[in-house]
Each structure stands twice: as C-alpha cells, then as structure tokens.
C-alpha cells in the first residue's frame, strides 16, 4: 500500500527557515512527479512546489525565490527547503504524489504537517 510520510514541520519565527520531507513507501510503481501543497485556514489548498520526473519545477508564485524543492529519487524523498518564512507561509503542508500505473495516474496524499510562522 502506498504511502506518504511527511516530517519537518514545526513552529518558527518571521525570517527563518525550515526543511519539509516526504518520503514515498510501498510503491512498485514509479512517480510522475511529486511536490507540496499548503492550506491555510479559510483557503483553499494551493500549490506550493512540485517537481517532475525529468526534473522539472514550478513554485507557487508566493514562493518563488524563497523555497527551493528538491528530489532523491533512489530514495523516492522529496523535500522542500523554506527560507525567509513570512507569516503568510502558515498552514498545513501536504505531500503530494501522482504514480504512474498500468491503466491511469493516480494522486496520493500525505497526512500534512503544520507549518506556524510567528512575528
């Protein structure tokens, strides 16, 4: 059975810095492509940062320039390096991952790890 285990998350202050990981396990089945998403309370989940399998990125446009998302692919991780953390940054971070299998692509989610800045 698939599954996403996130860690990172934490509580830091305006200006600093945290490292999100996802690390994808049980899957025979190899990945489209991989990233986070965020949601903050009253929002909707958005797009944070997501990487593709021939190694293409895109960042959330509030997060260009800030966050860097990175993959391991013998290790099917991908991690996401936040710096310059605004208060705007708060809210549940979700993994996110499409498996490639035989008859479709099919999206997976991990459980979210919050993510609090403060002033």
């Known amino acids: 059975q698939e599954q996403l285990v996130e860690s990172g998350g934490g509580l830091v202050q305006a200006g600093g810095s945290l490292r999100l990981s996802c690390t994808l396990s049980g899957s025979i089945f190899s990945i489209n492509r991989m990233g986070w998403y965020r949601q903050a309370p009253g929002k909707q989940r958005e797009l944070v940062a997501e990487?593709?399998?021939?190694?293409?990125?895109t960042y959330g446009d509030s997060v260009k320039g800030r966050f860097t998302i990175s993959r391991d692919n013998g290790k099917s991780t991908v991690n996401l390096q936040m710096n310059s953390l605004k208060l705007e940054d708060t809210g549940v971070y979700y993994c996110?991952?499409?498996?490639?299998?035989?008859?479709?692509?099919?999206?997976?989610w991990g459980q979210g790890t919050q993510v609090t800045v403060s002033s």
């Open positions: 990487t593709t399998s021939d190694g293409n990125t």
């Open positions: 996110n991952a499409v498996l490639v299998k035989p008859r479709a692509n099919y999206n997976y």
